[in-house]
Every structure is written in C-alpha cells, then in structure tokens.
C-alpha cells in the first residue's frame, strides 16, 4: 500500500517555490525513481560482493568468467528499470502537463513563451529524479548493508568488503539523468497549449490525436518484422548449433523494441476486446470509453506492465523448457541436484525482473488516479444525471480491470513465446549422456504453473490497488460539482 | 391527512426552506425560509442576481444538495431525507438537467448521451419511449449528428443533446441552469423557443435559474429572488419589464 501513500505527499515541508512537489503524480514520479535508483544501487553492491566472494575462493578465483557474467546481468537488470522507469516517468508528465492546460495558457497569455514553459517542466523532472535518486540510493545502501552483514554471518569468512564503491553513482545518476530526459520527453504537449486555452470555455477532446506519426510506426513494424523472422530463424540455427541463442536474443530485443514503439497501435484494439467482455451495461460502456480515451495513456501505462510480465514469464519458460529439453535429451531423466540450482536461478531472476513490473505498477496507479481527479466534472455531470455511487465504484474498478487484464494477457503470451525460443534456440541441439547421438529437437513449451498464479494473483491484487484511490476520491465528488463553472 | 403537491397542481415544491453554509459568526444564509411550488405543465423562470440564492434553491429542489431546515417535494415524493442512492435514482428517473456548460459526457456520442438515464437504470427504452426519443431528436434537428461526439458538436447543438436527454425519460420536472449562458444569441434564442414549445406542447414542467432579462422573458412565469427570498412572483412578462424590474431591484438595494 505505499505505492497509494506515496501517490498522495500530503505535507512536505518545502519553501513555496517548490509547492508544484506536492501535485498529484510528483510523489509518484519520485518513488519511481527511488525504486529504481535504490533497485540499481542494490544490484551494484550484490554484483561486487559476489565478484569479491569468487575472487577469494581458491579454485575460480582467478577466471573471471562468472564475474564478468553476473556484472552483464546486472546492468541489463538495471537497464530493463530504467527503460520502465523513464516510460513511466515520461507518461506521468506527459499526463500532469495535461491537467495544467489552463494554467499554462494562463502563463503564456501573460507573456510566457511555451520554451521557458517547457524548460521548467524539465527542471522540476530534474529536481524530482534527484530527490528520488538520494532517496534510492540511502534505501539501497540501507538494504546492500542488511544483506552483506546477513551473507557474512551465513557464509563465514569473506574478505573485506566496502559498500562504498564509486560505481553506485552509475544507477543513480542515472536515474536522476533518465527523469530529467523523461520529464522533457513528456513536456512536450507544452508546446501545443495557446494562450486562447486560458479564456476558452472549450469542450475537451475526448480522444487525443494518435495518428500522426507514420515514420515511427513504419519503423517500428519494420523492427517488429525483423525480429520475428529473427526469432524464428534463431530456434531454427538452434536445432544446429547453441548460437542459436545470439540470433534469437537479437530478434527478441528488434521485436520488444518494435512492439513498444507500437504500443499505440497495438494495446487499444487488445483494450476494444478486454472491453468486450464486460458487457453492454451503462457503466461497462463508461469504462471501456474511459480506458480508450487517452489512447496514447493508456498504451504506455500498460506496456510497462506487459514488459514487467513478459520479463518474468519469460524466465519462468525458459528455465522450465531448459530442464524438458535436457531431460529429453538425457533419454527421460534429469539430475534433480541440477533441477533444484535452474530453478532457484529462475526464482531469484524473476524477482529481480518483478522489480520493473513494480514500477510499472506505480506508474498505472497514479495515472489512473490523475485520470480521475482531471475528469471531476464529469463525475459530476454522471452522478447529477443518475450514476450512483455503486455504479461509480464499479465503472473505476472495471476501468483499472481493463487495462490490467490487457496488459497480463499480453504479457503472459509474449513471456511464453519469448521464454520458449531462448531455450529452443540454447538447447535444441544439445546432446546429453547417455545417448550422445540424438539432440532434444523441438519441444513443445513448458509453462509452469507456480509463476503463473503468482502473475495472476498479483495482477488482481494491482487492480485493487490501482483501484482504490481513484474510487475513494470519485465516490467524493458530489452532483453539484457538475454545475460548478470552472 | 396532508394535501399532496399533485393536489395542488404542482411539480415540486419546498416548504420553509432554509440553507446556511458555516457556523457562528460567520454564517451565510443562502436561503432564508423559502416556501414556493413550481407548476405543473409550465415553464418557470427562476432569477435573481448573483448570490441570491437562486441556484441553492434548485440544488435542493432537484436532489442534489441537502437542506438545513425544511422540507422539499419533487411530484409527491419528499426527498428531504432521502439517502443518496434513493435521490440518485429519483433524479435518474424523474429529473431533467440541463447545465450552461459540460453538459455531455465526452466520450460518449450522441445518442449515447441521450439514452444514458435509460442505460444508467439498466434498461432499454420502451415502444412509447422510443417514439418519444425520435420525436424530439426530429424536432431538435439532430438526425444527423446522432453519431458525433460532443467535440464534434457546435455549442448549440451540444444543448439541444441535452435538452433531448433531459425530455427523454418524460420527468416530473427539468431544472435548466442558465442554459444559454454560453450560447450566442441567435442559438440562445432557439434553445429558449425549444424549451418553451416542450411546456406548451407537451406540458413539461420546466424550471430555470437565469439572470439573463430575455431568456427569463420565454418563460410563463417569473419568480425573483433576493437575499435568501421570494421577493417577486410574476406571470409572463417582457424582457423590458424584467430588465426594469431587476435593475430597480438593484438600485433600491
């Protein structure tokens, strides 16, 4: 429930030149990049700890293959947070910009120019990715102090050990440099405001402009195109050789890459047919319209999900298609010690991916809850003409509903698919005791059951969540705010 | 046993009506012991100048905000005391509104907003009720701008989707508030002649809160407020008179 706290700063005792911190969505962006930079930092001091451990033990110590293997996993496990993050980020400014319309215009219409405007968008995203980078990195020092004295205690002897490394600096400057870049990526609808907006009494668009941009859609099909063929090449080089792996890894990043550039292509018809499942009721159609009604919103908080669930099932594929291909190519048995390190490996990667589905959780509930507080009004209006609070209650939780279910759903199929090439592409030519003479072939997918029902389970607690805020604060608004003039 | 407001020829009513917003020393009294009744069939022009209680009256009238002392009646129904989800269904059900402004839901189109009272009560209309939608979509002129949503729309013809929404259940009484405030003149006027043609015609009981001298002029009876009170109660009268009338009231205050 912090992730809710959080979305609210209540009192932050700051000078009136900071007051913007306590706009909804602020509090948010900084507990996104305090995830990260602390998620960042915590990966750093593990990844040197453990280079430390095998540099000290006589018989790996001075191959420093492992070392250099868990250094690379690391910075793509923090690369894959910051990505997030800064979607996340970019979409909440994007998303506080257009609540600020009207006073924007305001500015502008006093003399403002839309570039200083835009400038001090960018400066408060500064500001925000610093305070979140100090908080994180505080948070990650607190935590990596924890688990270091916790893994001395547990392994005994381990040579000394500093926390204090010049390179957790990486991930939280980091952090503070992608929010900067976030904040200016998503003030661009700065731009677009006219002072006019100030003293037009205009009615909103109820659905942004999502065309527009054909470049980027051709270029992201053409990526999409490629690393499918990619992809399906790979598992094919894989029935030859392992290096099958590095054609299917290219295809995988070509093809992720395409679909989130795409996400305003792809997410809204999925969200048309998550919608169609909940009916023709009054409040069913209200949310479904609602989930569409930014689709350039709507997209982007859900593709930080589906790439935090994509991550996840995909490790969890992987690993469990890596032990069927093995156990098949080891004729029907498989040494459970081996078994037993997949699947621990599996589990510490899941959690670890988990954490940029974290962000992305964030992310989608502050939007959700800014959705709600930028359309009172219009709550207004519904209650005034007959919506009851119930029915409110039920519009809002259908309309989270919606965009998380999408999100799952997509997600669990592209892990699935993802999960089952890498190991396809790894292993499909491995040839195991005792007949050295037949490779595994093709395997069909194996999905275990366990990180599904966690997904699952997760996703409906992440409804509820993203759910209360916005229903606490939609069920307060009362009839007469619908009359209110501005 | 107690006369009805249906026995007294009336749509709504309140009774000793007071509102006071605060407590102590620094309350206000937006309405000060009203009793009045809006008549069925007729249009009712509610004005006053800014702060004279007049849209606090038809908060109250039509169930949208609570009294402090008093009773109010909407057909025979009292609604002082009613819980919120009784007053959301009567207002669902028999109350029409039209606002100056934001009247529509954006995301849905026209039609959708039309029917959105019949969607919110989970049903469908029925065979009269359909005649009755397409007649007033005929007369409103919106046959063609069914499908548009409200942006698409004109700012006179977003208020005739409202004023089709607000006749389409047939309600006890449509509240108007200051319905042509963002009209220019020549849609204002049509709006006006809509929704009087609907109390002539078809005997829909209407009331609106306005301070706008001609559109009050449309309407078959005036009542001023002032100050928390009735302080006039006229029948149909030129937008000369009720321009004179209000401005002498404005002076002598």
């Known amino acids: ?486 | 046993m107690e006369i009805t407001t249906t026995d007294l020829g009336l749509a709504a009513r309140v009774q000793h009506l007071t509102k006071s917003y605060g407590a102590g020393e620094s309350a206000v009294t937006a309405l000060d012991d009203i009793s009045v009744g809006i008549r069925r069939g007729q249009f009712t022009a509610i004005m006053g100048p800014s702060g004279s209680g007049k849209s606090t009256l038809m908060h109250i009238m039509a169930g949208l905000d609570a009294p402090t002392e008093g009773r109010a009646w909407i057909g025979d129904t009292e609604i002082t005391g009613l819980g919120d989800l009784d007053l959301t269904i009567l207002r669902r059900r028999r109350v029409g509104f039209i606002f100056q402004s934001f009247n529509l839901v954006p995301t849905l189109d026209a039609i959708g907003n039309i029917l959105l009272p019949f969607e919110l009560d989970g049903r469908r209309p029925s065979a009269i009720e359909r005649a009755r939608i397409n007649g007033l979509v005929e007369t409103l002129g919106l046959g063609a701008r069914l499908r548009h949503r409200p942006h698409e729309l004109s700012g006179g013809q977003q208020q005739r989707v409202a004023i089709a929404r607000a006749l389409a259940t047939a309600p006890d009484l449509v509240f108007a508030d200051e319905p042509t405030g963002n009209l220019d003149s020549a849609s204002g006027r049509e709006v006006l002649q809509l929704l009087s043609t609907a109390s002539r015609e078809h005997g829909q009981s209407i009331a609106m809160v306005t301070h706008d001298a001609i559109a009050a002029s449309h309407a078959d009876r005036v009542l001023y407020l002032g100050d928390g009170r009735i302080v006039a109660d006229h029948p149909r009268q030129s937008a000369e008179q009720i321009a004179a009338y209000m401005l002498a009231a404005e002076v002598s205050a």
């Open chain 1, 1 to 486: 429930m912090s992730a809710v706290a959080a979305v609210v700063p209540e009192s932050t005792e700051t000078g009136p030149r900071l007051t913007w911190l306590r706009d909804r969505g602020m509090g948010a962006s900084i507990l996104v990049a305090a995830l990260s930079s602390a998620f960042g930092v915590v990966l750093v001091e593990a990844t040197a700890y453990i280079g430390a451990m095998l540099q000290a033990d006589p018989y790996i110590g001075d191959s420093g293959t492992l070392a250099v293997v868990v250094a690379m996993l690391s910075v793509l496990l923090i690369g894959v947070a910051l990505y997030v993050a800064a979607i996340v980020t970019a979409n909440t400014f994007s998303t506080i910009i257009a609540g600020r319309t009207r006073h924007i215009a305001l500015v502008r219409l006093i003399g403002g120019s839309a570039r200083s405007q835009r400038a001090e968008v960018a400066r408060q995203g500064l500001i925000v990715g610093a305070i979140g980078a100090s908080i994180g990195l505080i948070a990650g020092l607190l935590i990596a102090w924890a688990g270091v004295a916790f893994a001395d205690r547990m392994l005994g002897d381990v040579p000394a050990f500093t926390l204090m490394l010049p390179t957790i600096l990486i991930p939280t400057l980091g952090v503070v440099l992608t929010t900067w870049a976030a904040a200016w990526v998503g003030s661009r609808r700065v731009l677009a405001v006219t002072p006019l907006q100030a003293i037009a009494g205009s009615v909103e668009r109820s659905h942004e402009d999502a065309a527009g941009r054909p470049a980027r859609h051709v270029g992201a099909l053409l990526l999409l195109i490629a690393g499918v063929a990619l992809l399906a090449f790979g598992v094919l080089v894989g029935l030859v050789t392992p290096l099958g792996v590095v054609v299917a890894f290219l295809g995988g990043l070509l093809s992720f890459t395409g679909i989130s550039l795409a996400a305003v292509l792809v997410i809204p018809p999925l969200l048309r047919l998550v919608g169609k499942l909940f009916g023709r009721s009054a409040t069913a159609r209200l949310a479904a319209e609602n989930a569409l009604r930014y689709p350039e919103r709507s997209s982007r908080m859900a593709i930080g999900v589906v790439m935090g669930v994509t991550l996840v099932t995909m490790f969890a594929v992987a690993l469990e298609s890596v032990k069927v291909l093995l156990t098949k190519a080891a004729g029907g048995e498989l040494d459970s010690e081996f078994a037993i390190i997949m699947d621990s490996f599996a589990a510490v990667m899941m959690v670890l991916v988990g954490i940029s589905a974290v962000i992305a959780a964030v992310g989608l509930v502050n939007l959700l809850t800014i959705g709600v507080v930028q359309r009172r009004r219009e709550l207004g209006l519904l209650r005034a003409i007959g919506l009851s609070n119930r029915q409110v209650r039920r519009m809002i939780l259908l309309e989270a509903l919606h965009i998380t279910i999408t999100a799952t759903a997509t997600g669990l199929v592209l892990g699935v698919l993802y999960g089952w090439i890498a190991a396809q592409s790894l292993l499909g030519s491995v040839r195991m005791p005792p007949h050295f003479e037949e490779t595994a072939g093709l395997v069909a997918p194996a999905v275990p059951w366990i990180p599904v029902v966690v997904i699952i389970a997760a996703t409906a607690v992440l409804t509820l969540v993203a759910a209360a805020t916005p229903t606490r604060l939609a069920t307060r608004v009362a009839p007469v705010e619908a009359l209110a003039v501005d």
